[in-house]
């Protein structure tokens, strides 16, 4: 990569934002780059429900493309959209400082979750978020919505919904405000949320990762090390959360039963993200995880 680092990425208006980041991260490691958006099937197809054309792996898997057929030479991804499993001779080289893990409520009247009416419809098209919403509130009404975050705010604020909720960090990215952060004890993040990471092929991937975050890698590759012992993708009810404290990854996982009355929660430490990450998913599987996957009959 002498030239330019040509660097891949959506070309949603936050998307351009996060492209921005890794730019200023990858320059401080001396890689110059130019931005080349790549159109997913994610970003042309805004009608259809997320688990029913391929999951967050849907916003991936044209930039993965890109970079395998020499298009782009590295690509930025929000960690969360990022499936269990990568395109091989591809790497997930660096991971720069995370954001706010947190989920944000954007209401209609400013109001936070516990204060809207009564059967309020709340927006999001995340099994996760909805199973926690309605074990909070299970008079809400939780509908799938799609559109990236200016779309689903403009959909609110026109009364299509109530609220919408969505990773607090893209909101912050945008300079947008929300109505409430929603805490992590009520509403664990998806693994990955809050992290963007740059991924580049395997040849690369020596030179990409100086721009790497420890610290945030660490947290993330647990987190994403429990994803891949589960074997689920991101439409299950699944919640985890990584972190570090004194030389150890810890990680925190919860399962959930799709209307949110049922969930399992388990802690774990280890020196290894792999290790830990495993130690998670099983005791979860251990502790109903496994019964709760196969009920799991959501589309």
């Known amino acids: 990569m002498a030239r330019a680092a040509r660097l891949g990425g959506r070309a949603s208006k936050l998307s351009l934002v996060q492209a921005e980041l890794a730019a200023e991260a990858l320059r401080a490691v001396g890689i110059e780059t130019e931005f080349v958006p790549v159109s997913t099937q994610g970003d042309r197809d805004q009608t259809s429900s997320l688990r029913t054309i391929g999951g967050q792996g849907v916003f991936v898997r044209a930039v993965e493309s890109a970079l395998l057929d020499g298009e782009i030479d590295v690509a930025v991804h929000s960690a969360k959209d990022v499936p269990p499993t990568i395109a091989e001779g591809t790497v997930l080289a660096a991971y720069l400082p995370r954001g706010d893990v947190r989920d944000a409520l954007v209401s209609r009247d400013q109001v936070g979750l516990l204060d809207l009416p009564h059967g309020a419809k709340v927006g999001t098209g995340s099994r996760r978020r909805a199973s926690q919403l309605l074990r909070l509130r299970s008079d809400l009404q939780v509908l799938d919505i799609r559109g990236n975050v200016d779309t689903r705010l403009r959909k609110v604020e026109r009364g299509e919904y109530h609220a919408v909720v ?49 610290a945030s890698a660490q947290a993330v590759r647990a987190e994403r090390a429990m994803l891949r012992a589960l074997g689920a993708g991101c439409s299950l009810p699944l919640a985890a959360l990584g972190g570090m404290r004194g030389g150890e990854v810890l990680l925190a996982g919860r399962l959930l039963s799709a209307d949110g009355s049922e969930r399992i929660e388990v802690q774990r430490s280890a020196s290894d993200p792999e290790v830990v990450g495993a130690e998670v998913a099983e005791a979860l599987l251990e502790r109903g995880g496994r019964r709760l996957m196969e009920e799991d009959t959501g589309p």
């Open 166 to 214: 969505v990773a607090a960090a893209g909101l912050q990215r945008l300079g947008r405000a929300p109505s409430e952060l929603l805490p992590i004890d009520l509403i664990m993040p998806s693994p990955g949320q809050g992290a963007l990471v740059i991924q580049c092929r395997s040849e690369d991937a020596d030179r990409v990762a100086a721009a790497n975050h420890e």
